[in-house]
């Protein structure tokens, strides 16, 4: 399911005003409070329309949420995060490989000492 945008939630334009942001959420909180609309998701619309207004009302939160969700911002964030889990996944895969290494040296450790200590009771029996 696509996740709307605050404007596709208040039913309004990305140049819309702030008198017309608060028209349409007075509107839409008339129509979906869970006092008056009885269906199911209606508590759920009602706090997707008040996070949306809380949002496009304040002009600083409105711009950077605009900033955060221009469709060229949003393919640069989905490349970093691409970026990042490819960074993780190779540290990942390191870790195992000097982990496996540690363990390979730790038994040779071993071996050369079992026969240092062989060739010390042969050397001294």
């Given at each position: 399911?696509?996740?709307?945008?605050?404007?596709?939630?208040?039913?309004?334009?990305?140049?819309?005003?702030?008198?017309?942001?608060?028209?349409?959420?007075?509107?839409?909180?008339?129509?979906?409070?869970?006092?008056?609309?009885?269906?199911?998701?209606?508590?759920?619309?009602?706090?997707?329309?008040?996070?949306?207004?809380?949002?496009?009302?304040?002009?600083?939160?409105?711009?950077?949420?605009?900033?955060?969700?221009?469709?060229?911002?949003?393919?640069?964030?989905?490349k970093q995060e691409k970026?990042?889990?490819?960074?993780?996944?190779?540290?990942?895969?390191?870790?195992?490989?000097?982990?496996?290494?540690?363990?390979?040296?730790?038994?040779?450790?071993?071996?050369?000492?079992?026969?240092?200590?062989?060739?010390?009771?042969?050397?001294?029996?």
């Amino acid at each position: 399911m696509v996740k709307k945008t605050y404007y596709e939630i208040l039913e309004v334009d990305k140049k819309a005003t702030q008198e017309d942001i608060k028209s349409a959420y007075r509107r839409l909180v008339m129509l979906d409070h869970p006092d008056k609309n009885k269906l199911l998701e209606a508590e759920g619309m009602f706090k997707g329309i008040a996070e949306a207004y809380s949002v496009l009302s304040e002009p600083g939160k409105r711009k950077q949420y605009d900033l955060d969700n221009e469709p060229r911002n949003v393919q640069l964030r989905n490349k970093q995060e691409k970026m990042w889990q490819i960074i993780r996944e190779q540290k990942q895969r390191e870790a195992r490989t000097n982990r496996i290494l540690w363990e390979f040296q730790e038994q040779e450790r071993i071996k050369y000492k079992e026969r240092e200590e062989e060739a010390m009771n042969i050397m001294y029996a």
